[in-house]
């Protein structure tokens, strides 16, 4: 625990003007971003007795290490900087909504030549017109079934959009008067555009005027005693007027507006939104957060707004924003929404009349939200903090390990052998700190050999961020896998310094477990990295800007799946690097039994243990996360053909190559001149393909399991 007097800064030396301030762990890890209109007045409030603060605020002063600040010319810019900083860092003390389901809307694709309407959820894309969210998909395609009466505009996919288009026949809808059928020019693009354009006007809330265009051409209809079609414009304003009735009218006045409420208790708070548009509820969403900061309503507010429009523009931002609370700056807050739109936004708490009374159903649905919330997280929290303790008490920890790191191989009969790292923090999932590996300090079958190589790769290179930044020296050979200078073994074991190998037949201190073409480092191994990734030494710099990084930050509890010899291992590789404060166990599926480095017998676990199950969570995702790996470059291996091997030529020549001849069997038979024949290949070109062919290793035969029979390639390129 960090004493704040120890990072404070000096008398005069912070600005008294606005700005955004930052706070740092000892890991130069962001944990919390905030803005003032003083940084001067705002900081100190900081570094106050700590028995005077908030315990959570007292919480996020002791584990930060550093503050820093970034002046601004005003307010709303410093607003502005404070959403952008809270996207990129994703400081654990500040509040963050979260939403409990991906809502889904209804979307518009205007930036396609013939416009779809249809379903979407997801990050919003650029060029689609997007309307909700709703509730419920079907609630979108019930509405969308009445509307396509009118507007016949094309829901249908590319793919069946240009079958129709080739086979010259439309879809159903089409046959049905559902779709306008442009796929076989029943209308021209410009026609299908407008029709998609009036049925954005109309879900944007311009109702009347269709409705009333129809109902006059029905009448006209009538009266030239065209029945049938006056008989179907009626069935069309039937079915606009229930798809409107979907949406209650709860706004006489046809207002646009966003109503946001809030419900919360000392440690939780959930925010409803209800879209209205045109007078009409046309979506609604919810979220739900942990006060892991000392904010009133006003702050969560401020927050929700953040969230809600911090990537909107134009009309997502509504003309008026009502809230149960005025943020902290109304003034600076109404600026930043009506730059995001483009015009102004009304930002206020409703008083009387219809607009406070749908508040208050608002904050009904706020209350229900965050008590069915706190319903079901209740066990979750219980179970997964039980869990922790469990595995505490069971593997001598002095602490909970916050986070869990599981290290599995994967291979097929010693090919493509990788490895996986999968990071668990409070219990779950971290997908974004997953890293995946490719074993490179040797080849062939050998668990415990690519266990210890992955572990001595991820803690080298947290050794090496830490030296970075100052946290961490060298002390003597422990520190960089390097041997005595003498030569003479360790007493563990371990390989001096000459490169003999070890006992073990591990890779010792001066051995290559770097990525390909790189060199080492002379008597240190250098950082491994993920797949892909570049070793430490090619890597290029980078800054420390609170960034996550790859492997920054160290677990409380390192797994491995195995038994007896992977845990030693992984022990041995941390010995070497001179870890010595990361516990480390095994978990072999045969029994299940957890294993600790230099114990004869496992830990065994009640089968009923939360503990168990949580270590079986961890190693199966492992699990999974390796093998997908594995397969993944095992597929791309046997999808390769020699034609890889010739530098400049690309996909689209290997085609033609392929189209030409047939197969590469019959390429491989071909002359220079006949392969010179085909479009776009030279003779030098030609020259390469026939040197690659003529000197590739023959193709192992396919294999039918079910008969035994080898399966041979025939001329046409094709299995049989």
């Not at 509504?318 to 102004?344: I, M, N």
């Not at 290290?407 to 974004?432: N, T, W």
């Amino acid at each position: 625990m960090a004493d704040p007097s120890s990072y404070r800064p000096k008398p005069g030396q912070i600005p008294d003007s606005p700005g955004v301030y930052k706070f740092r762990d000892e890991h130069r890890r962001v944990i919390y971003v905030g803005k003032a209109k003083s940084l001067r007045q705002r900081l100190a409030n900081y570094f106050q007795d700590l028995s005077g603060l908030h315990p959570r605020t007292r919480t996020m002063v002791t584990t930060a290490a550093s503050v820093e600040w970034t002046v601004v010319s005003t307010e709303v810019e410093a607003l502005q900087l404070e959403y952008s900083w809270i996207k990129e860092y994703d400081p654990r003390f500040n509040v963050k909504y979260r939403d409990d389901k991906s809502y889904p809307y209804l979307a518009v694709t205007l930036n396609e030549e013939f416009p779809r309407v249809q379903v979407m959820r997801g990050a919003k894309k650029k060029g689609v017109r997007y309307f909700g969210p709703y509730g419920h998909a079907w609630a979108i395609r019930e509405t969308v079934d009445l509307m396509l009466r009118v507007f016949p505009v094309r829901t249908c996919s590319a793919g069946v959009f240009k079958n129709a288009a080739r086979t010259g026949r439309p879809c159903l809808l089409g046959y049905i008067g559902k779709c306008s059928a442009p796929c076989v020019g029943r209308v021209t693009p410009e026609e299908h555009r407008e029709l998609a354009d009036d049925f954005c006007d109309f879900m944007a809330g311009r109702t009347g005027t269709y409705i009333r265009r129809l109902e006059k051409d029905m009448m006209a209809a009538a009266e030239e005693m065209e029945y049938e079609r006056a008989a179907r414009l009626r069935d069309d304003v039937e079915a606009l007027k229930r798809a409107m009735e979907k949406s209650a009218v709860v706004l006489a006045d046809a207002t646009d507006a966003d109503l946001i409420a809030v419900a919360e208790d000392e440690l939780e708070a959930a925010v409803q939104i209800f879209h209205v548009r045109g007078g009409r509820v046309r979506g609604q969403r919810g979220w739900v957060t942990d006060k892991v900061e000392n904010v009133d309503t006003s702050g969560l507010v401020e927050h929700a707004l953040q969230q809600l429009y911090g990537e909107e523009t134009g009309d997502s931002v509504p003309k008026e924003v009502l809230v149960p609370a005025l943020p902290e700056d109304p003034e600076a807050v109404s600026q930043w929404l009506a730059d995001r739109r483009g015009s102004q936004v009304s930002l206020r708490i409703p008083q009387r009349g219809d607009k406070k009374d749908l508040m208050a159903t608002v904050q009904r649905n706020a209350q229900q939200a965050l008590g069915l919330h706190k319903t079901k997280r209740a066990s979750d929290l219980t179970t997964r903090s039980r869990a922790l303790e469990e595995i505490a008490e069971a593997l001598g920890l002095d602490t909970a390990p916050l986070r869990i790191e599981c290290f599995d191989i994967s291979h097929l009969q010693g090919d493509d052998v990788v490895a996986s790292m999968v990071v668990f923090e409070d219990g779950l999932a971290r997908k974004g700190e997953y890293r995946r590996f490719q074993i490179k300090g040797f080849e062939g079958q050998d668990d415990v050999r690519s266990m210890h190589e992955v572990i001595s790769r991820r803690f080298r290179r947290y050794l090496q961020d830490k030296e970075r930044t100052g946290e961490w020296e060298q002390e003597g050979p422990a520190a960089t896998g390097a041997a005595p200078a003498d030569g003479t073994p360790h007493a563990d074991g371990t390989a001096p310094a000459d490169g003999t190998p070890h006992a073990d037949g591990t890779v010792p201190a001066t051995g290559t477990l770097q990525a390909a073409g790189a060199a080492p480092a002379a008597g240190t191994l250098p950082a491994g990295s993920a797949a892909g990734a570049p070793p430490a030494e090619s890597a290029e710099p980078r800054e420390d800007d609170g960034r996550p990084k790859r492997f920054a930050y160290p677990p409380q509890l390192l797994v491995v799946d195995g038994g007896q010899p992977q845990v030693a291992a992984a022990k041995r590789a941390l010995d070497e690097l001179g870890i010595d404060d990361i516990a480390v166990c095994g978990l072999a599926k045969r029994l299940e039994e957890v294993w600790l480095p230099d114990d004869d017998d496992p830990v065994v676990l009640p089968r009923s243990s939360e503990g168990l199950y949580l270590l079986q969570r961890v190693r199966d995702e492992a699990h999974r996360f390796a093998i997908t790996y594995q397969r993944a470059k095992r597929a791309k291996r046997i999808r390769s053909s020699p034609l890889d091997a010739v530098a400049g030529l690309g996909e689209s020549r290997k085609q033609a190559l392929i189209k030409h001849f047939g197969s590469v069997k019959k390429l491989k038979q071909a002359t220079i001149d006949e392969i010179c024949a085909v479009p776009g290949i030279g003779r030098r070109t030609a020259e390469s393909v026939a040197v690659a062919l003529a000197t590739a290793a023959p193709a192992t035969p396919a294999v039918n399991t079910a008969t035994g029979e080898i399966i041979e390639e025939d001329d046409g390129g094709s299995t049989t």
